[in-house]
């Protein structure tokens, strides 16, 4: 029997994986889709959208190409409705703060890699005060083709300086999910947004419904760090 990978890093999708805030995404995009005339539903994006890049999004959505212009702003009206919409709400994913301090403990290193434009990733990651806890975040800009494609997750694992095969990357996105297995990663799915059946059916190593209920084999892999001292729930303050 194949031994389970030695985990060395644990990159984390933003948007329905640290926080819960996909349906405010799809109430926004539902939304600028009406004003164009286009029928899509919050499923259609959660399942069929979630994690491309804007760019990519809305030629899909309108059939047609989309001038770098009406593209800005086009974007820029949907995501400055999503942060209103979201901002009230802004939380860590249930579990998302205890097992981050366990994974540093644990000297894991840490990485966010997310299709979200730069105000979003600031309304989340500074508004938490959470991003000097990641050594790398790597947002759209930095990579030439979003989720599904691999791009994204390798860029994470170069700027951590570890071997794709030694990451675990947490999305709750089918197109995550499949970005994460070509990259030759391993994957867990959070159930936010989609059904496990469908995760596991993407590619999925494991699924949870949040950070809290992690399977035991998954914890037990991922809090035995490079240095041989796992750390326990009771390690963390």
């Known amino acids: ?39 899509a539903t919050a499923e259609r994006f959660e399942r069929e959208f979630a994690g491309k890049k ?12 989309v001038p770098a212009e009406e593209l800005h702003q086009l974007s820029e009206e949907k995501e400055n409705h999503y942060r209103r919409l979201y901002t009230p709400h802004l939380a860590l994913m249930r579990g998302a703060e205890e097992l981050i301090a366990r994974l540093r403990a644990a000297r894991i290193h840490l ?3 997310t ?40 860029a ?16 709750d996105a089918l197109n995550g999910i499949r970005a994460a297995r070509a990259a030759g990663m391993m994957a867990v799915g959070i159930t ?11 590619g999925a190593h494991w699924t949870a419904p949040d950070f809290a ?12 760090s490079p240095h041989g001292k796992g750390a326990s729930r009771e390690d963390v303050v």
């Open 1 to 39: 029997m194949t031994a389970p990978p030695r985990l060395l890093a644990a990159i984390f999708d933003m948007d329905g994986t640290l926080v819960d805030n996909m349906r405010f995404h799809s109430e926004a995009w539902v939304s600028l889709s009406r004003r164009l005339g286009v029928e």
């Open 213 to 224: 209920s992690l399977p035991p084999e998954l914890e037990a892999l991922l809090l035995a």
């Open 115 to 154: 299709a979200s434009p730069t105000a979003n990733r600031q309304l989340v990651l500074d508004g938490l005060g959470i991003r000097s806890t990641f050594g790398r975040v790597v947002g759209a800009e930095e990579v030439v083709h979003g989720k599904p494609a691999p791009d994204i997750f390798l």
């Open 54 to 65: 804007n760019e990519e999004i809305l030629p899909l959505l309108l059939g047609r190409h």
């Open 192 to 202: 936010s947004t989609t059904p496990p059946e469908l995760l596991r059916e993407a």
């Open 156 to 171: 994470a694992a170069r700027g951590l300086g570890v071997e794709p095969a030694a990451c675990v990357v947490f999305e």
């Open 111 to 113: 990485a966010v890699a």
